[in-house]
């Protein structure tokens, strides 16, 4: 057995992370499955409709790839700090036992180096597959030699958050992922449109990643169309370091700017977890956070509550995403090409959360009944 920090799946139990698709997705669902009883190909057509209305790109095939038993399959999570990461996970989870495939999970602690050091004894060869889950594969990419074995399948490696573009990448086979410029000019257009006379911008990133990158360069830029806006500053704060960090961050921001601050603009929820305390030491309860990304559970509870001055988030359609990576990693098992398919994001405001009490993230039962249909329906 290989010395990992291994969490077992089961004592995921204990977080709520259950979470219910929309109206429209599920009436739909329950409309193609009410319109395909007696025919299977009909009932197959409408289930690769009803994924295809759920993201972009080229739709699923109505033929299911050949089954994949007894595949072993780790997660290697950069940071379960984050939140977007964990619902990542426990989607995919509940995926893979779809298809009977066990799944270990590796909590990296944000920290580079245990990437390195993890990967490289996870692709020895003991597990077929490996999810890059939050990790930037630019950091392990050197290491790709080490996925092919003698007289064994080379292990396969799928990414959510791995790269700053979805679809195939330096490493991975396919990254799942929403567009970030999207998500970025989503957050920066909210900010614009509730700005009064005047937004002075301070942005939150962790430079380790490049899709961290990719997202706050492409706000600066949006920024610069806004004649109110100003970008005062760029905040270069690790993920997993911003609970430690951030009540000395604002002190030293407030000195700096004073009034002129009036917004944050973060790439991750996880920077306005930590930022409501300090700001009411320092009398700025006044400032005004956008997350562009990922839609975590705290920062949902915390928009549609008012408990904080966290205005929206760019959410990641996460119960959407861990099945799209089990149905990519069956692509590649099978020697299929990736599918192409990219998630939408959602802008969650208070407002919309108000006009859909019932919204959520995860995948519902009409979605994941199509899924299943893809994988198991072949006859």
């Known amino acids: 057995m290989i010395g990992l920090d291994l969490v077992k799946p089961g004592s995921w139990k204990r977080l709520d992370l259950r979470v219910r698709a929309g109206a429209l997705a599920a009436a739909l669902a329950r409309a193609t499955c009410r319109s395909s009883v007696g025919s299977g190909g009909r009932r197959r057509a409408g289930a690769a409709l009803l994924i295809a209305v759920l993201i972009s790109g080229p739709s699923f095939s109505n033929e299911a790839p050949p089954n994949t038993p007894s595949k072993k399959v780790v997660f290697l999570a950069q940071d379960l700090r984050n939140g977007g990461i964990v619902a990542a996970f426990r989607s995919f989870q509940e995926a893979a036992k779809e298809v009977g495939w066990a799944v270990s999970l590796v909590n990296l602690q944000g920290n580079t180096q245990m990437l390195r050091t993890r990967f490289t004894e996870l692709a020895a060869g003991k597990f077929d597959a490996i999810v890059l889950g939050g990790a930037d594969e630019r950091a392990v990419a050197d290491l790709a030699t080490l996925l092919d074995h003698p007289g064994k399948p080379r292990t396969v490696v799928v990414g959510w958050h791995a790269s700053d573009k979805p679809g195939p990448g330096q490493l991975v086979f396919t990254n799942v992922t929403t567009d970030p410029a999207l998500v970025a000019e989503m957050a920066v257009s909210y900010l614009v449109r509730t700005a009064l006379d005047h937004a002075g911008v301070v942005l939150f990133n962790d430079s380790r990643f490049a899709i961290a990158n990719y997202k706050t360069q492409h706000m600066i830029d949006a920024l610069q169309h806004c004649k ?62 956008v997350a562009a990304g990922d839609g975590s559970r705290t920062a949902l509870t915390r928009i549609r509550t008012g408990r904080s001055k966290q205005a929206a988030t760019v959410a990641e359609p996460v119960g959407l995403q861990g099945w799209q990576l089990v149905d990519e990693l069956i692509r590649a098992f099978s020697g299929e090409p990736p599918s192409g398919s990219v998630g939408k994001p959602v802008l969650v405001t208070a407002e919309m959360l108000r006009d859909r009490p019932d919204w959520d993230l995860q995948l519902g039962a009409g979605e994941q009944e199509a899924f299943r249909r893809r994988w198991h329906d072949r006859h």
């Open 228 to 289: 109110v806006c100003e970008v005062l500053a760029v905040e270069d704060i690790p993920i997993s370091e911003a609970g430690e960090r951030m009540a000395g961050t604002i002190k030293r921001l407030q000195s700096r700017w004073g009034k002129r601050w009036t917004h944050v603009l973060a790439i991750n929820d996880v920077y306005l977890d930590s930022i409501n305390f300090p700001e009411a030491l320092i009398g700025r309860a006044d400032l005004v956070g």
